[in-house]
């Protein structure tokens, strides 16, 4: 019987448990969770949670596991729990990237499989270099691409602070959605100034240096920011003309976030070189990463080496998880059921905006919706990274009593549930939303 008491469950948390990114302490007040359901999340105090973020935007199938996918996973166990991967080859594998393969857009043939997103990005830009014989990556300041080295260079938010002393050869550039200035009054001024400053930038830097432009089709952790019309076709374009390749990073937004298999089918013609994905490839249920390749790249890595790997790459048990997962995900339809959820979802933000002073503004593309909260004066409440204010602490309380379990990275509130959450569970998410931005409200009423 290994039963504990919770008291000595959190004790142990205290004294042994580290938590990624953050100081520790936190640990002290984080709920313990028995069992999830649905889209929903039981505390072991009885309290019920709906996931209002997907978690990290990653538990895409909610917490119910299809009995096909926990079959596979059964099966492979009893037949093959491991096979590294560079000495045999588990028929699981060959099946899912033929399956991907003929999901995917264009020549996107060749697969990797690493064991998250930050691995596949590392691997990408890995691959980049070797194939172009090429070194500096551009990214976009508002971009997170991964906690690995290579991965944590390329982010452009704060965290890539924690790794610039140990990384090189990336150069980075602004997002056509700026944060303290616009390139212009309309979408299409702004689009073709930035590319210009793009372009500009290429010449600068030389582009015989330059291996890859790697961006986030749609900015997921920066804000749920969707480029204007042109803007991603334009990138396409310069990188075609100066022999750069494009990776396209869809951790976040792959697999019918945005209400399309990839984010980038939202921008007619763009097709990248190398595409990453993670989250949605196994909905979290077990951790698998996705690396696509076009066909001039997998047929260049056919004689060289792809200088990548792990032991954990191409896991069968994670595998076939996967192979399932995704036949569930288009047998059941769930990038339809992201698109009839989208127009509730832009409903739902318009009247928290129309609603209250502390939010600026809101944004949402399929299942993947942000609230950007704004003080008095008309600031944002603080910036990306920055200690919470201690009204935004409030708020952050007042969204667990309120039972929204969600991921917040204030000034940023993501709304980002379960792909397959319905009609009446999203209205209810926002109902639970209102009542706490209304403490937010208050606080700040008090304040002014």
């Known amino acids: 019987d290994d039963k504990w008491a919770e008291s000595d469950l959190r004790q142990a948390s205290e004294d042994h448990v580290m938590l990624s990114w953050t100081a520790s302490e936190p640990v002290k007040d984080l709920p313990f969770i028995e069992r999830g359901e649905g889209v929903y999340l039981y505390g072991s105090d009885g309290k019920k949670y709906l996931d ?6 990653c538990v895409n199938f909610g917490y119910t596991v299809p009995e096909t996918v926990r079959n596979a996973i059964t099966e492979q166990l009893d037949s093959l729990p491991y096979l590294y991967g560079g000495l045999g080859l588990v028929p699981v594998r060959a099946k899912l990237a033929k399956l991907l393969a003929e999901l995917s857009p264009g020549d996107i043939t060749g697969f990797l499989f690493p064991s998250g997103g930050g691995e596949a990005n590392e691997a990408a830009i890995r691959m980049a270099r070797l194939y172009t014989g090429r070194q500096k990556i551009f990214t976009q300041y508002r971009s997170y691409h991964g906690g690995s080295s290579s991965s944590l260079g390329a982010t452009g938010d704060f965290r890539r602070r924690f790794a610039e002393s140990t990384t090189h050869g990336f150069v980075k550039f602004f997002n056509p959605q700026p944060t303290t200035f616009s390139w212009g009054a309309t979408d299409e001024t702004a689009t073709e100034r930035a590319l210009q400053c793009l372009e500009e930038q290429f010449l600068a830097e030389g582009p015989e ?18 480029p204007p019309d042109g803007y991603m076709t334009g990138v396409r374009s310069l990188c075609d003309k100066y022999g750069v390749l ?49 066909q001039k790249i997998k047929d260049h890595f056919w004689k060289n080496p792809v200088g990548w790997g792990a032991t954990y790459h191409a896991h069968p048990v994670a595998l076939a998880c996967a192979y ?18 989208e127009p509730i979802m832009m409903e739902e933000l318009n009247k928290i905006v129309a609603k209250y002073k502390c939010v600026r503004q809101g944004r949402a593309v399929g299942l993947f919706g ?4 704004m003080d008095r004066s008309g600031r944002l409440v603080q910036k990306l990274g920055e200690p919470m ?50 403490v937010l409200e208050k606080e700040q009423d008090k304040m002014a």
């Open 370 to 373: 942000c609230l950007d909260l």
């Open 324 to 341: 399932e997962t995704v036949k569930y995900f288009m047998k059941e339809d769930v990038i339809g059921n992201v698109q009839k959820m």
């Open 209 to 226: 240096s330059i291996a890859a432009v790697l961006l986030e089709s749609i900015v997921g952790a920066g804000g749920v920011l969707v």
């Open 52 to 57: 209002w973020t997907s978690q990290a935007v």
């Open 389 to 438: 204010t201690p009204e935004v602490q409030k708020l952050r309380k007042a969204m667990r009593d309120e039972g929204l379990f969600a991921l917040f990275r204030p000034p940023l509130l993501h709304c980002a549930p379960p792909l397959i959450i319905n009609e009446e569970e999203l209205r209810d998410g926002f109902r639970r939303l209102d009542k706490a931005l209304d």
């Open 246 to 294: 494009l990776i396209l990073d869809e951790v976040m937004v792959g697999f019918g976030r945005t209400g399309k298999f990839y984010g980038f089918q939202h921008f007619e013609g763009v097709i990248p070189d190398i595409v990453t994905s993670a989250k949605g490839l196994t909905g979290s249920f077990l951790p698998l990463a996705m690396v696509g390749v076009r």
